[in-house]
């Protein structure tokens, strides 16, 4: 090779050395009250992919992180369950087209979170987006199911209408990492409760990449609040806190032992529990996992003279 043939080609590549550069992994974070803080414990733990290889390093929550984040959905609730239902289903839309918009990360993603191939995976996550649009629809319309004129004996009107029970904690499904997900959330919320939610442990990124979609989807801040950890760490703060009004135990499917402790310890100020049952989270929902953390409230009202002949005031 000529001197000047031998000097091109250390350009060449020095030329290549320079373009290489380094790529910018993703620091994934908690989500709560609307803001994206590390864990208070400042750990981390390994979140590996189907075959073992690792994918990034995830927060792992502490009890501390459980108890900042029921403050945060406590004080959302009074704006949360007093926006009108018509504006709730507008904000869950918004979360279904900010969805779409990362369909691709999300594919990516669930594939590496679930050991699924590229098609498989698509499917999941268009699924998860049409089930955002399925609950968004449910908002101003669940309360006609479930509510309504009650007949009585006497010049009265009763009329039974739901209200949300108020602060919902959440233990999403472990093998779903995010259709599961996404149909414990949305219901919850659709029906203006907030959540605290212990995302999947083994795979968290999925979840903690949606708290980046709540936050620029009109979701007001502690609406959802998700922390992912140890599920078996923060379940048990959930569960006894005396400001969390009801739990669901999705999460705790595979561990008979600790889904039961959470239930006695759920018992202390009488939460709702949504006891964890087997779950084809690919089949159509039904308004079950809404109804669940609904109260119903009955008003007595007079009904005027005439009623009794079918006249009204």
Do not use: C
């Not at 690792?54 to 406590?74: G, I, T, Y």
């Not at 779409?100 to 996550?125: I, M, N, P, T, Y």
């Not at 135990?249 to 310890?265: K, S």
């Amino acid at each position: 090779m000529s001197e000047k043939a031998e000097k091109a080609d250390k350009a060449e590549k020095a030329e290549k050395a320079e373009s290489v550069r380094l790529s910018v992994f993703k620091t994934y974070k908690l989500f709560v009250g609307g803001k994206f803080p590390r864990s208070e414990s400042g750990r981390v733990y390994e979140v590996t992919d189907s075959k073992g290889e690792w994918l990034a390093n995830a927060p792992q929550s502490s009890r501390k992180d459980a108890r900042d984040a029921v403050s945060a959905a406590r004080k959302a609730v009074a704006g949360w369950s007093g926006a009108t239902a018509y504006n709730r289903g507008q904000v869950l839309y918004r979360v279904a087209e900010m969805l779409e918009g990362r369909r691709d990360q999300f594919v990516r993603e669930v594939a590496e979170a679930e050991g699924l191939s590229k098609s498989k995976a698509a499917a999941v996550v268009d699924a998860a987006i049409d089930r955002w649009v399925w609950y968004a629809g449910w908002t101003d319309k669940i309360a006609q199911v479930v509510g309504g004129a009650n007949p009585v004996a006497g010049p009265y009107f009763n009329l039974s209408s739901p209200e949300p029970t108020g602060v919902v904690a959440v233990l999403a499904p472990q093998e779903s990492s995010f259709l599961g997900l996404v149909s414990v959330i949305a219901p919850v919320i659709a029906t203006g409760n907030t959540a605290v939610v212990v995302t999947s442990e083994k795979a968290p990124l999925p979840a903690l990449s949606l708290g980046e979609v709540l936050a620029t989807s009109d979701v007001p801040g502690g609406v959802v609040n998700l922390l992912s950890g140890r599920t078996s760490e923060i379940a048990p703060t959930l569960a006894s806190h005396q400001d969390v009004n009801a739990i669901d135990l999705a999460g705790a499917a595979h561990d008979a032992e600790l889904a039961r402790e959470l239930e006695v310890a759920a018992a202390d100020n009488l939460k709702r529990v949504l006891r964890p049952q087997p779950v084809d989270w690919a089949a159509e929902p039904g308004t079950e996992r809404m109804t669940a953390f609904l109260e119903t409230k009955t008003v007595w009202h007079p009904a005027g003279a005439g009623a009794g002949s079918g006249s009204a005031y």
